[in-house]
């Protein structure tokens, strides 16, 4: 993730949340010390490793912070993703943002792996959509790639995707091309929505960069790709449940987006477990671990 925006980010959700203080934990723990560990409750994905460590930090410098499983990572109930430690008073203003971000991220990686599984493709993708949570895209659409998926267009600013309402209001996807062709950069790739043959020989001949079916069965997706020659991409979307996603195996499509990744997603059950320490005490479990990141990477 953007080190910059991820920043940025947490330091408007901490905003939000404490506001001008966490007025339970001021004053309940003043220069108390404590430690803690973020435990899994659920098997799944775990994602957001950056978000606990740059979360503490940027509340306190002061708190120490061990990762123990990576982005990425496989995860089961009762194990340990990190330590941390420090005051409790700081541990306790971070606990329930970082916990959002990273028990939504956690499954959002989670549900991505079960869909790269049932598909069980050696060619065919899976990738996200625009359906993500608004002020989190980047969190949710890295936690698609830590599943083992890739991203579509971060936003209407990096790449062309014409749809119905677009060629409606055009008159054709040929129209529509053109008029893009002539005002935009080389570096700018140009998908277009299709519904039917009619606009996907349209598509092709308009020489497009991706073509994408949308709400169409297996069968369809197999007879369109035929009309289609390889330099151009290829993607489903609409219509497809994780369930159901075997099915378009052996179709021959280049990706599948799903917009349940991030629209309709569980999250992962965490949480974080703390123990006072009185006085600056030195914890025998945290000396075990050998030292704490708290570099963020």
Do not use: W
Request: hydrophobic share 35%.
């Amino acid at each position: 993730m953007n080190q910059l925006k991820l920043k940025q980010s947490l330091e408007l959700f901490f905003i939000e949340d404490i506001g001008d203080g966490d007025i339970t934990s001021d004053f309940l723990f003043k220069n108390v010390e404590s430690e803690g560990e973020f435990l899994v409750k659920q098997p799944g994905v775990f994602c957001g490793g950056d978000v606990i460590t740059a979360g503490y930090q940027l509340l306190d410098q002061s708190v120490e912070v061990k990762l123990l499983k990576k982005d990425g990572e496989p995860v089961v109930p009762g194990e340990i993703i990190a330590h941390v430690k420090g005051k409790q008073s700081s541990l306790l203003k971070g606990e329930r943002v970082i916990l959002n971000l990273i028990q939504r991220m956690s499954g959002i990686a989670t549900l991505t792996a079960r869909a790269v599984n049932n598909l069980q493709s050696p060619h065919t993708r899976i990738c996200d959509t625009r359906k993500t949570t608004p002020g989190l895209r980047m969190f949710e659409k890295y936690a698609v790639r830590m599943g083992g998926g890739f991203n579509h267009r971060n936003g209407l600013y990096d790449a062309v995707m014409i749809k119905d309402n677009h060629i409606a209001c055009t008159g054709s996807i040929t129209e529509a091309v053109e008029q893009l062709r002539n005002g935009l950069g080389h570096m700018v790739k140009i998908e277009v929505e299709t519904e039917n043959e009619a606009q996907v020989r349209e598509a092709v001949s308009a020489g497009v960069d991706c073509i994408m079916f949308d709400n169409r069965n297996v069968d369809e997706i197999k007879r369109f790709i035929e009309l289609i020659p390889s330099p151009i991409t290829t993607e489903a979307s609409g219509g497809i449940s994780i369930d159901d996603l075997s099915a378009y195996r052996s179709c021959g499509i280049d990706y599948i987006s799903l917009g349940c990744l991030t629209h309709s997603v569980e999250s992962l059950d965490i949480s974080l477990n703390t123990i006072n320490k009185k006085g600056g005490m030195e914890s025998e479990h945290f000396s075990n671990y050998g030292g704490f990141n708290t570099n963020i990477t």
